[in-house]
């Protein structure tokens, strides 16, 4: 199973399109802290857990890296698989050798353009972006994985984007649609992502991008589709709450802290969101926005 831990919700940047910024998520004070890591990591483990993808905000938010790096080492010595999303943003040469040192799995970063004041109006800290990508793969670090979402700002110079990151020696360049709560030319972002499909898509990507136009169009996804979210992937917040979804904080599977581990683990496996069909599918579905593969054809066994 995979587990999505919001270790905060801080950030150095202020994306124009973040979901805390459009109101699909919630900014909280809450924060995982030191003296808890070694709680977590042990309920986290025996909860069969063998990934934790670290989110947020950013894990690698300048005032709170520190705790991330303590997770990390703590996750790791437990022997499960560690991917942190982030941007980047404000890694210095000791921050890269720190996440070499500590085999981190897989780094994800967002990077919206080559263009440098294209990527800055979306994103902003560009520099940062390309220097932390950079020096990892200067110093033999290859796990890196990108996420360009593309917009109707940024659709024209997409493939040219996609081409420069395999340029510099990234091999796993994914690509997404913006969608917007307001008006927006689709059809762009469309064009550019079946440009894209041509050069980088998979055998999965003529399906991921039937999906988009569904999600775009308000339709609900085709009956042949399965949400991996609840079923073995979850979320939990940083004060352990365990959810199916980034968007479904209406349903609380229990405590990592506070509830027993067999309480949980019959909770992980026996919910609705397992055995039956939810269609909180949308514009907001993060399970489409951050990874195609996560809706498959296939039933889920």
């Given at each position: 199973?995979?587990?999505?831990?919001?270790?905060?919700?801080?950030?150095?940047?202020?994306?124009?399109?973040?979901?805390?910024?459009?109101?699909?998520?919630?900014?909280?004070?809450?924060?995982?802290?030191?003296?808890?890591?070694?709680?977590?990591?042990?309920?986290?483990?025996?909860?069969?857990?063998?990934?934790?993808?670290?989110?947020?905000?950013?894990?690698?938010?300048?005032?709170?890296?520190?705790?991330?790096?303590?997770?990390?080492?703590?996750?790791?010595?437990?022997?499960?698989?560690?991917?942190?999303?982030?941007?980047?943003?404000?890694?210095?040469?000791?921050?890269?050798?720190?996440?070499?040192?500590?085999?981190?799995?897989?780094?994800?970063?967002?990077?919206?353009?080559?263009?440098?004041?294209?990527?800055?109006?979306?994103r902003?800290?560009?520099?940062?972006?390309?220097?932390?990508?950079?020096?990892?793969?200067?110093?033999?670090?290859?796990k890196?994985?990108?996420?360009?979402?593309?917009?109707?700002?940024?659709?024209?110079?997409?493939?040219?984007?996609?081409?420069?990151l395999?340029?510099?020696?990234?091999?796993?360049?994914?690509?997404q649609p913006?969608?917007?709560?307001?008006?927006?030319?689709?059809?762009?972002?469309?064009?550019?992502?079946?440009?894209?499909?041509?050069?980088f898509?998979?055998?999965?990507?003529?399906?991921?991008?039937?999906?988009?136009?569904?999600?775009?169009?308000?339709?609900?996804?085709?009956e042949?589709?399965?949400?991996?979210?609840?079923?073995?992937?979850?979320?939990?917040?940083?004060?352990?709450?365990?959810?199916?979804?980034?968007?479904?904080?209406?349903?609380?599977?229990?405590?990592?802290?506070?509830?027993?581990?067999?309480?949980?683990?019959?909770?992980?496996?026996?919910?609705?969101?397992?055995?039956?069909?939810?269609?909180?599918?949308?514009?907001?579905?993060?399970?489409?926005?951050?990874?195609?593969?996560?809706?498959?054809?296939?039933?889920?066994?």
């Amino acid at each position: 199973m995979v587990l999505f831990f919001i270790i905060h919700t801080k950030c150095d940047l202020c994306c124009k399109d973040c979901f805390y910024s459009k109101g699909y998520e919630k900014r909280d004070s809450s924060e995982l802290k030191l003296e808890d890591i070694e709680l977590f990591v042990k309920k986290v483990y025996d909860l069969s857990f063998k990934t934790i993808i670290l989110t947020g905000g950013d894990p690698l938010y300048s005032k709170r890296k520190y705790v991330t790096y303590a997770l990390i080492e703590c996750l790791k010595k437990y022997k499960l698989r560690v991917i942190i999303n982030t941007s980047g943003a404000k890694l210095n040469s000791i921050d890269i050798q720190t996440l070499i040192n500590l085999n981190v799995d897989r780094i994800d970063f967002s990077i919206n353009s080559l263009d440098e004041n294209i990527h800055n109006s979306e994103r902003g800290n560009y520099q940062d972006t390309v220097f932390a990508m950079k020096s990892l793969l200067k110093n033999g670090y290859d796990k890196i994985t990108t996420t360009t979402v593309i917009t109707e700002e940024n659709a024209y110079k997409a493939l040219e984007t996609l081409r420069w990151l395999k340029s510099l020696g990234i091999k796993d360049i994914r690509y997404q649609p913006l969608f917007k709560q307001t008006a927006q030319n689709y059809q762009i972002i469309r064009d550019a992502m079946l440009e894209c499909n041509k050069e980088f898509g998979n055998s999965h990507s003529e399906y991921y991008l039937l999906q988009c136009d569904r999600a775009y169009n308000n339709k609900i996804p085709q009956e042949n589709s399965v949400c991996m979210m609840g079923k073995n992937l979850f979320v939990s917040d940083a004060l352990g709450n365990i959810y199916p979804c980034f968007h479904r904080f209406d349903v609380n599977f229990g405590n990592i802290f506070t509830d027993d581990t067999s309480f949980l683990k019959d909770k992980l496996i026996h919910n609705s969101f397992y055995s039956e069909r939810h269609d909180c599918f949308g514009k907001h579905c993060v399970s489409l926005f951050d990874n195609g593969d996560f809706w498959k054809k296939e039933k889920v066994l």
